[in-house]
């Protein structure tokens, strides 16, 4: 299983959760697997089938945007960290 670490401003949703475990072969198989459990993280993280741009997700302190994206290949052990942009703006 891999270990998702919960933003602040998501954690409303995941019963103020810190970090989840779920399984997943990707990232975007994760991000559904996480709305199935914690409904509305989706729409919060994802805007049709791109990541927010506001949003960033690592893998290992690795950015996805840098590899397959949201078709980033998982491991067991992988430690996923959702991070929002700490500047402002409109979505």
Do not use: W
């Amino acid at each position: 299983m891999a270990t998702i670490n919960i933003p602040t401003i998501l954690r409303p949703l995941t019963q103020q959760q810190k970090c989840i475990k779920l399984d997943a072969k990707n990232v975007a198989e994760l991000i559904d697997n996480m709305d199935k459990q914690y409904p509305g993280i989706k729409e919060r993280i994802m805007k049709g089938e791109q990541v927010h741009r506001f949003m960033n997700i690592y893998i290992n302190d690795e950015d996805i945007r840098f590899s397959d994206n949201i078709y980033t290949q998982l491991n067991e052990n992988d430690v996923i960290t959702i991070l929002p942009a700490v500047a402002g703006g409109t979505i």
